[in-house]
């Protein structure tokens, strides 16, 4: 999970960033490279440096100028996104106005999901560390489609054994995705009204939802327990997605900020 920093703690970073000198990672073709405190200088809120071990046609393609930076203060894991200019073999970036704080996402702990349909049917979905309910992707998005796009994806792909139970793998201000049995989706599906419930952060969060659709998911690394541990065999499942049709306003701004570290309404 990430938060976007205010006016005041980037203006705090920063001038702990000049005193500091923290090491620095760039992220370039899904690998790290280091920057030590005494390889750049920083000046006018731009970082100059020399990179010394690295290949420089992979360093700065000219299709691909945008790098995520890694930092750290205090413990605390910060990154932004900036575009890396070179010049006489020299390498150069803005430090942006959109610093983000990387937050350990503990809400995962003790988080329990409630479904209730009007024909009293009831299910529990618990969130899992592989699938963070704030879940991230490169090109965030607040649309829900796109969203759902990656999230399907990844999960189609994923490569590493995996047991699950009934699970909440996203929420936001409009979608719920749930990755259930097709038995239990067919029971939502047919429901009249059905209900969501749940804490996140301390905030008691209740809505109406609708069915929307359910996304088969066949992928043999991912094996179906029950809440016993019982593995279900001859089970389809997959990905149950509802859309939020009555929430307070202000749940729905909680949510969509918490999922996308974006102001609500920011986004299309």
């Known amino acids: 999970m990430q938060s976007l920093l205010s006016r005041i703690e980037r203006e705090y970073i920063l001038h702990s960033f000049e005193n500091e000198t923290p090491e620095l990672n760039i992220l370039i073709n899904n690998k790290l490279i280091k920057i030590l405190k005494n390889e750049y200088k920083i000046k006018d809120e731009t970082i100059f440096f020399k990179p010394q071990k690295i290949d ?4 700065i393609a000219n299709t ?8 750290k203060h205090k413990e605390l894991s910060f990154h932004f996104t900036t575009e890396v200019e070179e010049k006489n073999d020299i390498y150069f970036f803005r430090i942006p106005e959109k610093i983000f704080k990387n937050i350990e996402n503990n809400d995962n702990e003790n988080f329990v999901f409630h479904l209730s349909t009007s024909g009293g049917f009831k299910m529990k979905a618990k969130t899992i560390k592989e699938f963070p309910i704030a879940y991230s992707t490169k090109k965030a998005s607040a649309s829900s489609s796109k969203k759902l796009d990656d999230i399907l994806n990844e999960i189609i792909n994923y490569n590493k054994a995996l047991e699950l139970t009934t699970s909440l793998i996203f929420i936001d201000s409009k979608t719920v995705l749930i990755f259930c049995t097709e038995n239990q989706a067919n029971i939502v599906a047919s429901s009249i009204s059905t209900k969501i419930e749940f804490s996140i952060k301390k905030r008691k969060i209740n809505a109406s939802v609708t069915y929307k659709s359910f996304y088969p998911i066949l992928n043999p690394n991912i094996k179906f327990f029950t809440d016993n541990d019982k593995q279900i065999q001859n089970s389809l499942n997959g990905i149950l997605c509802l859309d939020i049709n009555k929430m307070q ?20």
């Open 249 to 268: 306003e202000e749940d729905k701004r909680f949510l969509h900020e918490y999922a996308y570290s974006e102001k609500y309404g920011s986004l299309s």
């Open 64 to 71: 691909d100028k945008i790098k995520n930076i890694f930092f």
């Open 56 to 59: 420089k046609k992979n360093f």
